[in-house]
């Protein structure tokens, strides 16, 4: 951070290690009865850089019913990293069997009139 007050100046460094409170926290947070798992699978693979602990929360968070479709897609991407290109395939095709179909094809044909009427 550079710092100026009239003619005076100065540069400061800070640091923060918030991985490991965040990381005790979740782990604390595992231990009670409703379960963050979509919320350590995320810490994990974007703060943590933990694909293999990451995935194997997404997979308890999924438990075959997955609420959203971008926790599908979020799935597959931590699959493709760890090069299981055939279960990343797999997982992004099952969001078309989600809840979220309905949704996302309402949302197609909106763009589609939208489309039409311009």
């Known amino acids: 951070m550079h710092i ?19 990381r005790a926290q979740i782990e604390s947070a595992l231990q009670t009865d409703k379960k963050p798992w979509w919320q350590a699978a995320q810490f994990y693979n974007e703060y943590d850089h ?9 997979n308890k968070s999924d438990n075959g019913q997955s ?26 095709k099952n969001h078309w069997s989600s809840p979220g179909k309905i949704r996302m094809t309402i949302i197609k044909n909106e763009r589609g009139a939208v489309e039409k009427l311009k």
């Open 4 to 22: 100026m007050w009239k003619k005076n100046h100065g540069d400061n460094s800070y640091y923060c290690n918030i991985k490991d409170k965040l």
């Open 50 to 58: 933990n694909s293999t602990k990451a995935l194997d929360y997404a």
């Open 67 to 92: 609420k959203s479709i971008l926790d599908l897609l979020y799935k597959a991407k931590i699959q493709k990293e760890l090069g299981d290109n055939t279960g990343a395939m797999e997982s992004s």
